[in-house]
């Protein structure tokens, strides 16, 4: 057994990946077998230059997976990171690429976000997938985007089937158990993962193998393009990439390696001290108080005039103030929150950055322009999301999407997502206790990247204008009825985020138009903003029948001051959050159509 400290552990599934990475490490040897091991290792020394000039030599254990999926992975992970205490898994091998994502056969894909498909809800109609996500380690992904040599082309053992030049993707991996070979099954996918450049076997074990482990090392996972997980992938044409795809992932590997992507264990104080750099730039505390704050007043005097705090906005002429030292938290469960704040404080502090809710600041004024004011305030937002599925955290992250300000998401563990909230990223949260800890050592790597939704602009085009309707629930059918009914009679056409058979049926019958939002043409979210964004109106349910997705919809349009109409039925009282905004409210559908008749003709 090697002494040292290993600083790599590579680990590959299929014998022929594992043969590819021993051919550019030279001077491996088969480490002896041991009694409480049967995994068989391989160890050897890379030279590594560092742009100082400075030189050192990692320590490396490669190893292969005895079969192929999550289970074995984990397994055999969980037996090695005990064994040798590496400071880093990779995981290197070939995978399935994804065409519409621009990747090609031979390429070269870098994963920043593990997203595991496996756990899934079965349901009569359909499957509901409750995808767990792991981030790969934020210093080696740094290293691949700044890599100089993508291609390993200098060193590459296996000759390129076709002509051409290996291209560098970085971006979400798909894992699950399933060898795919399915458009469609992809397809589904990138609904809800539109980012999505490849998909794999692997990985999601490998990820959960090294998150439950206490010394926690850095995962990361490079893969070559043997197939593009289609119909064709078991054709001559394509399996003949196979040999290439091994040879150019282990290239790759070993020549980032040998650039020297972190430090030796000597230099590691100083290279975390940068990183605290990088992570306080990030959040503007490297600079004097004063410069920050002229900094935030000058963001906060730029607010698009058009906005929520522009002529003509719910919050028109409240005031603003820059608040640097801030972050805001929007929370669930209040019965917990104190347990929250004090987690978050705690891995906060040393960037002196401390959580803030809507209830810690006695503020003059409506609670919704209150909320409003503190997203747009601090440096960045928190949301939690737990079973309990409070309206008001989703119209707090609506207001912070109409924004266009960073946030994080904390998911609870077994919490499914609403279906516009699933295609974006999330801290897993297991329990408070361990948020308390687990979130300190990672703070850093999540500022770093930290989710900051931009609508893509190119989906104004593809949605048609009209009226979007945000409402579901077990009274759809006579809602979605009512509206239709009247705003056809108006002029107007509805638009839909989603609609059954039973209502679509009488709508065609009685020649009602109506529209319905294309969740297979991209991310939902991004076609859902682009609605809000060219819709002459939006009607909005906000009572007990609301959905998180509908209240989603609605901080996104209040964020940017789109002309809405709220309805509530007199069942149910207005929620305490948007007292103050105009709504209708109606007993009746027969009254809601006379209403809602009424308020469109004055537009």
């Known amino acids: 057994m090697i002494a040292e400290t290993t600083d790599f552990l590579i680990i590959t599934a299929l014998r022929e990946e ?10 491996h040897a088969k480490v002896d077998p041991a009694v409480d091991d049967i995994t068989t290792y391989y160890s050897a020394k890379l030279s590594a230059s560092f742009p100082s000039g400075d030189s050192a030599k990692y320590n490396i254990i490669a190893c292969c997976l005895l079969s192929m999926g999550r289970t074995e992975a984990a397994a055999v992970t969980s037996l090695a990171v005990q064994k040798w205490n590496p400071r880093f898994v990779l995981l290197v091998g070939i995978a399935g690429g994804i ?3 621009g990747v090609s056969l031979g390429d070269i894909l870098i994963s920043d976000q593990i997203v ?55 971006g979400p991996i798909a894992t699950g158990d399933k060898v795919v070979a399915h458009k469609k099954l992809i397809d589904r996918y990138r609904q809800d993962w539109p980012k999505l450049i490849g998909v794999e076997m692997e990985a999601g074990g490998v990820a959960t193998a090294v998150y439950h482990m206490s010394s926690r090392p850095g995962f990361f996972m490079i893969r070559g393009v043997s197939d593009l997980a289609d119909e064709d992938k078991d054709l001559p044409t394509v399996t003949k990439w196979r040999n290439y795809a091994c040879s150019i992932a282990a290239a790759y590997t070993i020549s980032l390696l040998k ?16 990183l605290d750099r990088v992570v306080k730039h990030t959040l503007s505390i490297d600079r004097p108080s004063d410069v920050i ?42 019965d917990r929150s104190d347990d929250l704040s004090a987690a978050l404080s705690l891995a906060l502090d040393e960037f002196k950055v401390s959580p803030i809710g809507a209830d810690d600041l ?12 503190l997203i747009r305030e601090t440096r960045f937002g928190i949301y939690e999301l737990t079973d309990s599925k409070n309206l008001n955290v989703y119209l707090q992250l609506g207001i912070a999407i109409g924004l266009r300000r960073p946030f994080l998401l904390l998911k609870h563990r077994d919490i499914e997502l609403s279906p516009l909230a699933s295609g974006l990223d999330y801290f897993p949260v297991e329990s408070y206790l361990e948020l308390r800890f687990d979130l300190k050592p990672k703070v850093r790597d999540i500022i770093v990247s930290m989710s900051h939704y931009l609508p893509d602009v190119e989906e104004s085009s593809k949605v048609q204008r009209g009226v979007l309707v945000g409402c579901d629930g077990t009274e759809f059918p006579d809602f979605a009825y009512a509206i239709t009914k009247v705003l056809h009679s108006r002029g107007f056409t509805p638009l839909f985020g989603q609609i059954d058979s039973r209502i679509s049926t009488i709508l065609d019958r009685e020649d009602l138009t109506y529209n319905v939002i294309d969740k297979t043409a991209g991310n939902l979210l991004n076609r859902l903003s682009a609605a809000i964004a060219t819709s002459d109106l939006i009607i909005v349910r906000i009572d007990g029948q609301a959905s998180p997705d509908a209240i989603l919809i609605l901080g996104i349009a209040l964020a940017q001051n789109r002309r809405t109409i709220l309805i509530h039925s007199e069942k149910s009282p207005v929620p305490s959050y948007l007292l103050g905004l105009n709504h209708i409210r109606f007993s009746t559908f027969l009254e809601l159509s006379q209403k809602i008749d009424n308020a469109v003709s004055k537009l």
């Open 18 to 27: 594992l043969r590819e990475l021993l051919n550019y490490l030279p001077e």
């Open 99 to 101: 065409s519409d994502a």
């Open 116 to 170: 595991d498909y496996e756990l899934q809800k079965q349901e009569r109609s359909y499957d509901s997938i409750r995808y767990s996500v792991h981030r790969t380690d934020p210093r080696l992904l740094g290293a691949a985007m700044n890599f100089d040599d993508p291609s390993g082309s200098e060193s590459l053992e296996e000759r390129r089937p076709e002509e051409g030049t290996p291209r560098l993707h970085i």
């Open 259 to 274: 650039s020297g992507p972190v430090p030796k264990t000597e230099q590691s104080i100083q290279a975390d001290e940068n």
């Open 293 to 334: 704050q002229e900094k935030i007043e000058k963001e906060l005097g730029s607010v698009i005039p058009e906005g929520i705090f522009g002529p003509g906005g719910t919050c028109f002429g409240y005031p603003l103030r820059p608040r640097q030292e801030s972050c805001f938290l929007a929370k669930e469960g209040m």
């Open 362 to 373: 006695v503020i003059p004024g409506s609670f919704l322009c209150k909320i409003a004011a």
